[in-house]
């Protein structure tokens, strides 16, 4: 009868013009931002601004990357991201001096991992509500990181690592090629793996995909382990690169983060979406971040523009899936 | 039950059109329903029903065409215009919120009030008259969750009674229901009718509308084809209308010499669903699993795919006693269920038939890293094309097919799995005449290759055409096992009800 594709996921979807326009949605919107900053303001073609804008949303980014997997297998949003960041801030500079930066680095990623692990497992496993279960670590591992370091700054001690962060290779800074990186590993992982495949199936429809022999814990529980990783990565360089870190250091990076995979067009709802997409909706946020400020509108309207796309977006996925379900 | 004058018309559809983007759903479709009479309706998947019924509850608004109820023209015909107007949807799907008694179940919507507080009493007289009437003996103050399905579905029923309508459409009733829960069903509906309330009666199972059908319309691809007398027709008539050709043989059985045991259970018990079953299956063979709603059928099917382990007893595959604990285990033992619940257990919907397929088998096709993208679709494409998927358009997402068509993906899903055993439940359930043969000729086919299935249905008459034995359960125990050459309606239904002990 009547079809209506839902947010198409894949680009070779049939070519219906449903899934057509979202597949296009994403280039057409950067192209706009791109066409109304160029108009708007002098300064916003150029390879200076652009190239800033970029490297200023890579660390978070990061993040989004890790959180497309979280929303695409059910598991709703990471919302201990903030604490994550600031364990891999915190214990990265705060192990500087005794292990060296390189270790100290290592031991960061260790730490944020582990608390995307346990995340990992109370959703996975024990099946507890991801907002709850989050919400709970990311407090507790924020309180930690407070009493270790007393609420205070911890300051880095200059080395090559943290030189090498704030470089740029082929003009282009560290901090994007590395984002790029992670990016050109995580969206063939997603679209071309069975663990990709395992994702789309739990978050689609759990009891079936266990019905199918997928291990419906352990994707579910890998999502949040990658967020971790990934957060505390994000620590880690912002720790590096900014040459100090506090326990609030990565405040509000997990609303930056849905945001971003949710303008990429992945449903909040699980089953579908995409890192490539999610790579767009980083782009996108970023633009109208910079853009808010080339137009001369107070940055502090920032959240609500993008609070109002996030909105916007979460209601046209329900309307669709709303439609769909019905048929 | 009409009088001797031309009863009166309660509902009048006249060129009903309607079509969606690149489908005529509906095509200058009529349709007449007297008071007082059980009215069905039949046709394939697609042939237009669920449209029809969706117009005819507000839901859609038709093209072209017009609706009277009671002689007066419906206008500006919307969901809360037809209830109303007396028109009551009762779906497959039960409406009902558990939390809540039967009596707020029955009122919810239009409680009756003193002051700004709900009126208990008035609720409940309500909904009692309104369930001694339907000759139930429910209390208004149960808990709803607490009830049996079919009893939930008698509560949806008395829902919309107690809003005294005069058209009440029944949308696949039976379809969760067991052969002693239709009964009672079929209590209720001629009752209804013969209160004067018009009945449309949607169902698959023919043998159903030849029972309670007092007239019956086939429609077929947005048509309609024909209106007749029951009485006036044979089940073979109708699904030759319905599909507009001759299906001479419903179900296919080809003869096959029997193998080695592929499956043996041995005294098999979970506390409170079933007890001491022992049963086996051979190659070749189809071994059909009978009994009544709740006599334990799904849990031994459910035990044996490891989603609830059993307590006690032995399940031997292949010579091999296995410990099934997770449908993982399952799988790689070479065991497949195609689940009841195919919405919830069967479908991911949202995925496209070529994910679906190969969602148990996917590691199997990718290197160290990677699917085989292109050895995926060859895969994929071939099996579509042998199930006779339809539309053959693999990328397309699976909640877009008809429940035939979805169900020949689950199908499939396991087919490529290459089990040992497949176990069905209910595969044929809600699925149309002609993609129903193409399921009994796949099924067939793989146990012809040397596969053993296990097949539970509520469909006598499918399991007798179909297996070659029938075990059959009376409230949890094996009652029966019966070859094929003794299997009837009346025996199988004797062991079900408990009046015939196994030997």
């Given at each position: 009868?009547?079809?209506?594709?839902?947010?198409?996921?894949?680009?070779?979807?049939?070519?219906?013009?449903?899934?057509?326009?979202?597949?296009?949605?994403?280039?057409?919107?950067?192209?706009?931002?791109?066409?109304?900053?160029?108009?708007?303001?002098?300064?916003?073609?150029?390879?200076?601004?652009?190239?800033?804008?970029?490297?200023?949303?890579?660390?978070?980014?990061?993040?989004?990357?890790?959180?497309?997997?979280?929303?695409?297998?059910?598991?709703?949003?990471?919302?201990?991201?903030?604490?994550?960041?600031?364990?891999?801030?915190?214990?990265?500079?705060?192990?500087?001096?005794?292990?060296?930066?390189?270790?100290?680095?290592?031991?960061?990623?260790?730490?944020?991992?582990?608390?995307?692990?346990?995340?990992?497992?109370?959703?996975?496993?024990?099946?507890?509500?991801?907002?709850?279960?989050?919400?709970?670590?990311?407090?507790?591992?924020?309180?930690?990181?407070?009493?270790?370091?007393?609420?205070?700054?911890?300051?880095?001690?200059?080395?090559?690592?943290?030189?090498?962060?704030?470089?740029?290779?082929?003009?282009?800074?560290?901090?994007?090629?590395?984002?790029?990186?992670?990016?050109?590993?995580?969206?063939?992982?997603?679209?071309?793996?069975?663990?990709?495949?395992?994702?789309?199936?739990?978050?689609?429809?759990?009891?079936?995909?266990?019905?199918?022999?997928?291990?419906?814990?352990?994707?579910?529980?890998?999502?949040?382990?990658?967020?971790?990783?990934?957060?505390?990565?994000?620590?880690?360089?912002?720790?590096?690169?900014?040459?100090?870190?506090?326990?609030?250091?990565?405040?509000?990076?997990?609303?930056?983060?849905?945001?971003?995979?949710v303008i990429g067009g992945t449903s909040v709802f699980g089953g579908n979406g995409s890192v490539l997409r999610t790579v767009g909706g980083v782009l996108i946020t970023a633009l109208i971040g910079n853009l808010i400020i080339l137009l001369g509108f107070p940055s502090q309207a920032t959240g609500l523009i993008t609070g109002a796309i996030v909105l916007g977006a979460v209601g046209i996925d329900a309307y669709f899936r709303r439609k769909a379900g019905r048929l | 039950m009409t009088t001797e004058s031309t009863p009166a018309v309660a509902l009048r559809m006249t060129g009903i059109t309607k079509s969606f983007p690149g489908v005529m759903a509906l095509q200058d479709v009529d349709l007449e329903i007297n008071e007082g009479e059980v009215h069905a309706i039949v046709g394939e998947n697609g042939a237009g029903k669920s449209t029809l019924m969706k117009i005819l509850a507000g839901f859609y608004q038709p093209d072209k065409g017009e609706i009277e109820v009671g002689g007066r023209k419906?206008?500006?015909?919307?969901?809360?215009?037809?209830?109303?107007?007396?028109?009551?949807?009762?779906?497959?799907?039960?409406?009902?919120?558990?939390?809540?008694?039967?009596?707020?179940?029955?009122?919810?919507?239009?409680?009756?009030?003193?002051?700004?507080?709900?009126?208990?009493?008035?609720?409940?007289?309500?909904?009692?008259?309104?369930?001694?009437?339907?000759?139930?003996?429910?209390d208004p103050g149960t808990r709803l969750g607490d009830l049996s399905i079919s009893q939930q579905q008698l509560v949806e029923i008395a829902k919309v009674v107690a809003r005294q309508p005069n058209v009440v459409v029944f949308d696949e009733p039976t379809s969760s229901l067991g052969d002693k829960e239709t009964r009672v069903l079929f209590d209720v509906i001629t009752k209804m009718r013969d209160r004067g309330i018009a009945i449309i009666y949607i169902s698959h199972r023919l043998q159903e509308v030849m029972e309670i059908g007092d007239r019956v319309t086939?429609?077929?691809?947005?048509?309609?084809?024909?209106?007749?007398?029951?009485?006036?027709?044979?089940?073979?008539?109708?699904?030759?209308?319905?599909?507009?050709?001759?299906?001479?043989?419903?179900?296919?059985?080809?003869?096959?010499?029997?193998?080695?045991?592929?499956l043996a259970i041995e005294g098999a018990s979970r506390a409170g669903q079933f007890d001491n079953v022992t049963l086996d299956v051979r190659k070749h063979e189809i071994v059909g699993l009978a009994g009544l709603v709740g006599s334990g059928r799904t849990e031994v099917a459910r035990a044996l795919f490891g989603l609830d382990p059993l307590e006690e007893g032995t399940i031997t595959l292949a010579g091999k006693v296995l410990k099934i604990r997770s449908p993982r285990q399952a799988v790689a033992a070479g065991i497949a269920l195609v689940p009841e619940d195919r919405k919830g257990q069967g479908i991911i919907p949202g995925l496209s038939v070529r994910e679906n397929f190969t969602l148990p088998v996917i590691t199997r096709i990718t290197n160290a890293l990677l699917i085989f993208l292109g050895k995926e679709r060859k895969i994929v494409t071939e099996l579509a094309d042998r199930l006779k998927v339809n539309p053959p358009q693999v990328e397309r997402p699976l909640n877009v097919f008809s429940g035939g068509n979805q169900q020949k993906v689950v199908l499939g899903k396991w087919l490529l799995s290459e089990p040992k055993l497949l176990i069905l439940d209910e595969p044929t359930r809600g699925v149309d005449v002609g993609a129903k043969a193409d399921i009994h000729h796949i099924i067939g086919e793989f146990a012809q290759d040397g596969g053993g299935v296990l097949m539970i249905s509520s469909e006598l008459p499918e399991l007798l055409a179909v297996c070659d034995r029938i075990f059959v359960l009376h409230e949890g125990v094996i009652a029966a096992e019966i070859s094929r050459a003794d299997a009837t309606e009346e025996s199988v239904m004797r062991a079900a009800t408990g009046q015939e002990v196994a030997a």
């Amino acid at each position: 009868m009547n079809q209506l594709v839902a947010p198409a996921r894949s680009l070779d979807k049939s070519t219906t013009p449903g899934a057509l326009f979202s597949t296009l949605s994403i280039p057409i919107a950067i192209l706009v931002l791109v066409v109304i900053g160029s108009v708007a303001s002098p300064s916003f073609l150029t390879v200076n601004n652009l190239t800033n804008v970029l490297n200023a949303n890579s660390a978070v980014g990061l993040i989004a990357l890790g959180m497309t997997f979280v929303m695409v297998s059910g598991g709703l949003a990471d919302l201990s991201v903030p604490a994550n960041v600031a364990m891999g801030a915190l214990v990265t500079l705060g192990a500087q001096e005794s292990m060296g930066t390189g270790l100290a680095a290592l031991m960061g990623l260790l730490v944020a991992s582990m608390g995307g692990v346990v995340n990992g497992i109370l959703i996975g496993y024990l099946r507890i509500n991801p907002i709850i279960a989050t919400l709970g670590t990311g407090s507790v591992l924020l309180g930690l990181s407070q009493l270790l370091v007393g609420g205070g700054i911890v300051y880095a001690q200059p080395s090559a690592l943290s030189t090498f962060v704030k470089s740029s290779i082929l003009g282009i800074p560290v901090f994007i090629w590395i984002f790029i990186f992670v990016a050109l590993i995580l969206h063939p992982l997603l679209a071309r793996t069975s663990f990709g495949r395992w994702s789309l199936a739990v978050g689609g429809n759990y009891q079936a995909a266990q019905a199918s022999a997928v291990p419906v814990r352990f994707t579910k529980a890998a999502a949040f382990a990658m967020t971790g990783f990934l957060a505390g990565l994000c620590g880690v360089l912002l720790a590096l690169s900014n040459g100090q870190a506090r326990p609030i250091i990565g405040t509000g990076y997990e609303f930056v983060a849905i945001t971003a995979v949710v303008i990429g067009g992945t449903s909040v709802f699980g089953g579908n979406g995409s890192v490539l997409r999610t790579v767009g909706g980083v782009l996108i946020t970023a633009l109208i971040g910079n853009l808010i400020i080339l137009l001369g509108f107070p940055s502090q309207a920032t959240g609500l523009i993008t609070g109002a796309i996030v909105l916007g977006a979460v209601g046209i996925d329900a309307y669709f899936r709303r439609k769909a379900g019905r048929l | 039950m009409t009088t001797e004058s031309t009863p009166a018309v309660a509902l009048r559809m006249t060129g009903i059109t309607k079509s969606f983007p690149g489908v005529m759903a509906l095509q200058d479709v009529d349709l007449e329903i007297n008071e007082g009479e059980v009215h069905a309706i039949v046709g394939e998947n697609g042939a237009g029903k669920s449209t029809l019924m969706k117009i005819l509850a507000g839901f859609y608004q038709p093209d072209k065409g017009e609706i009277e109820v009671g002689g007066r023209k419906a206008i500006h015909w919307t969901p809360r215009e037809a209830r109303s107007r007396g028109i009551g949807m009762i779906y497959q799907e039960l409406n009902l919120v558990p939390d809540l008694s039967v009596a707020e179940n029955i009122s919810l919507g239009a409680m009756p009030t003193r002051g700004p507080f709900v009126d208990y009493r008035a609720m409940n007289a309500k909904a009692d008259a309104v369930l001694r009437e339907l000759d139930t003996d429910i209390d208004p103050g149960t808990r709803l969750g607490d009830l049996s399905i079919s009893q939930q579905q008698l509560v949806e029923i008395a829902k919309v009674v107690a809003r005294q309508p005069n058209v009440v459409v029944f949308d696949e009733p039976t379809s969760s229901l067991g052969d002693k829960e239709t009964r009672v069903l079929f209590d209720v509906i001629t009752k209804m009718r013969d209160r004067g309330i018009a009945i449309i009666y949607i169902s698959h199972r023919l043998q159903e509308v030849m029972e309670i059908g007092d007239r019956v319309t086939v429609l077929r691809d947005g048509r309609h084809i024909e209106t007749r007398d029951v009485a006036g027709i044979t089940p073979d008539e109708m699904v030759s209308l319905m599909v507009g050709r001759d299906l001479n043989e419903m179900f296919p059985k080809f003869d096959l010499g029997l193998g080695e045991q592929v499956l043996a259970i041995e005294g098999a018990s979970r506390a409170g669903q079933f007890d001491n079953v022992t049963l086996d299956v051979r190659k070749h063979e189809i071994v059909g699993l009978a009994g009544l709603v709740g006599s334990g059928r799904t849990e031994v099917a459910r035990a044996l795919f490891g989603l609830d382990p059993l307590e006690e007893g032995t399940i031997t595959l292949a010579g091999k006693v296995l410990k099934i604990r997770s449908p993982r285990q399952a799988v790689a033992a070479g065991i497949a269920l195609v689940p009841e619940d195919r919405k919830g257990q069967g479908i991911i919907p949202g995925l496209s038939v070529r994910e679906n397929f190969t969602l148990p088998v996917i590691t199997r096709i990718t290197n160290a890293l990677l699917i085989f993208l292109g050895k995926e679709r060859k895969i994929v494409t071939e099996l579509a094309d042998r199930l006779k998927v339809n539309p053959p358009q693999v990328e397309r997402p699976l909640n877009v097919f008809s429940g035939g068509n979805q169900q020949k993906v689950v199908l499939g899903k396991w087919l490529l799995s290459e089990p040992k055993l497949l176990i069905l439940d209910e595969p044929t359930r809600g699925v149309d005449v002609g993609a129903k043969a193409d399921i009994h000729h796949i099924i067939g086919e793989f146990a012809q290759d040397g596969g053993g299935v296990l097949m539970i249905s509520s469909e006598l008459p499918e399991l007798l055409a179909v297996c070659d034995r029938i075990f059959v359960l009376h409230e949890g125990v094996i009652a029966a096992e019966i070859s094929r050459a003794d299997a009837t309606e009346e025996s199988v239904m004797r062991a079900a009800t408990g009046q015939e002990v196994a030997a």
